[in-house]
């Protein structure tokens, strides 16, 4: 593989990010309403998010960005390749983000609430300043895991023209088949080059968020 071959993969990288960070900002936000109805005492709203959450993680990601990229771009909605990628793999995540979110509640003992209710804290100071710390620790770890597998799924992306590491990997492979293997082989080596330094801060972030927390 020659070095603009090296280069115009290595390309990729920037709507990789776009793509991958984009949704897993827009599924954080969306996961959060979703979490509150899920831990709803009402039935109906309990019942909405659940059939909510079934729904989006059952279908594969391919199969939503399909439907949406496709499906709306063929009727009376235009829609372009990055917003359709960002759109559906954000809602995916919104899902996700809902259960981890509500793991992370689980994880928080009631008597903390009461304490911070003994202790004469404004509502605002027991939610954030008591309980967010804690949430973000708990919660951490899974969203970075999820936010890495999220790359990876970023790859599906390529399947509707949109100038990630996959799509110009396999533009190239077919330009150069015979260094197929090299290509594949690098588009991978950026893959994992982006996931590690994303692992570390994660892993540099939840030690000094259980030393405060601790303290």
Known sequence: MTLDGVLL?????YWTLVVTVCAFLLGAALGVPICAM????SRVLNAVSVSLIVLLRSVPPIV???LLYFGLGSGFLTINPVPAAIIALGVITAANMAEIYRG?????????WDASHALGLPVWSEF???MVPQLFRVTLPSATTYLIGLLKDSAIASTIGVAEIAYLAN??????????LQIFAFAGAL????????????????????????Q
């Open 38 to 41: 899920r831990v709803s005492r």
């Open 171 to 180: 533009f190239l492979s077919n330009k150069q088949f015979h260094a197929s």
């Open 128 to 130: 954030f300043d008591v």
């Open 64 to 66: 939503w960005i399909f």
């Open 9 to 13: 993969i290595a390309g990729g990288i």
């Open 191 to 214: 893959y994992i080059l982006i996931s590690l330094p994303l692992a570390a801060v994660a892993r540099d972030a939840d030690a000094r968020l259980r030393s405060k927390v601790a």
């Open 104 to 112: 992370a509640l689980s994880s928080i003992h009631p008597g903390q």
